[in-house]
């Protein structure tokens, strides 16, 4: 009787091209910032640090002269030169029995679960302290103690942006767990008796979604730990205020993922153990236009 035999993957794009198609997706529905990602149509890349962004301006009306006719006015379209600063990685190794042991799972375990636990989180946590602490953009700041508190500083913030003539549309509520709690509370609802299922979730407030961000990611300012030693806790540690809300356009930002990438190396290629190692690695940045830092309104502690 003839024998098939199965022949495992044995090189890193099989195991590459299996895996991180899955930790794009987790990414993008895990991370409360994917929504800010820039398009790739307005980024070009020059350099290993240096990325060009897309920004354009025109000048404002004139008057109309029937004689002379229209006064020519400027139009400035270009590439603005921004300069990428967080390179973040980490390397780890499952021993090949005892990934064979529980079928294969500890690798996969470690792919996903370090993408969603670590990646992600300190990704979103560096977004928000990076534009809390922006220069030139509108912010408060003190306690809310109540939902009626906590709509008014919502309020406030809203017509600020109205006055900075921010779009309307499109405007995002970044909010925490608790200040969530308190604009649900502050909302008056009636619930038809026929009803067996109530949702009490706001997922809209003044045509603003409404993201809510876990206290953890949602500060003015981390710091970014460098361990350099296997045991080393690495991530990041909130340095600054928790933030009440934020809210931004997404016109007001740039947010640039140059390289993403998780290599996947069998214990036939590391020459180090006889494991599969994994390589994280993300060089990423995120800027506010200068023009356009009234497009973010802050709201922290």
Not at 32 to 53: C, H
């Amino acid at each position: 009787m003839a024998t098939t035999v199965v022949m495992p993957p044995t090189n890193t794009e099989t195991y590459a091209s299996k895996f991180v198609p899955r930790l794009d997706e987790i990414y993008k529905r895990g991370s409360l910032t994917a929504i800010l990602d820039t398009p790739n149509d307005l980024v070009q890349w020059t350099g290993a640090k240096t990325v060009n962004l897309f920004t354009f301006s025109t000048a404002g009306m004139a008057n109309y002269d029937r004689n002379a006719g229209y006064v020519t006015g400027n139009v400035n379209a270009g590439w603005e030169p921004f300069t990428l600063s967080i390179d973040r990685g980490r390397s780890f190794q499952v021993d090949a029995m005892s990934n064979d042991e529980t079928l294969g799972m500890e690798l996969s375990a470690l792919l996903s679960q370090t993408e969603r636990v670590d990646v992600i989180p300190e990704v979103d946590a560096y977004v928000f302290s990076k534009l809390a602490g922006t220069t030139g953009i509108s912010s408060a700041s003190g306690a809310i103690a109540s939902a009626a508190a906590m709509i008014t500083a919502i309020d406030t913030a809203e017509a600020q942006m109205d006055n900075d003539e921010v779009p309307y549309e499109g405007r995002i509520l970044y909010i925490s767990p608790d200040g969530y709690a308190q604009l649900k509370g502050g909302i008056e609802r009636r619930i038809i008796n026929s009803e067996d299922n109530v949702n009490m979730n706001v997922e809209f407030y003044d045509d603003m979604r409404i993201i809510r961000v876990p206290s953890g990611r949602f500060n003015t300012a981390i710091t970014l730990n460098a361990p350099t030693t296997a045991a080393g806790v690495g991530g990041y540690t909130a340095t600054g205020d928790a933030i009440n809300f934020m809210i931004v356009h997404p016109s007001a930002v740039m947010k640039v993922m140059k390289h993403r990438v998780s290599n996947v190396f069998t214990p036939a290629q590391n020459i180090e153990a006889d494991a599969y190692r994994v390589n994280f690695r993300f060089y990423h940045d995120v800027f506010v236009l200068s023009q356009k830092v009234k497009g973010i309104y802050v709201h922290h502690a």
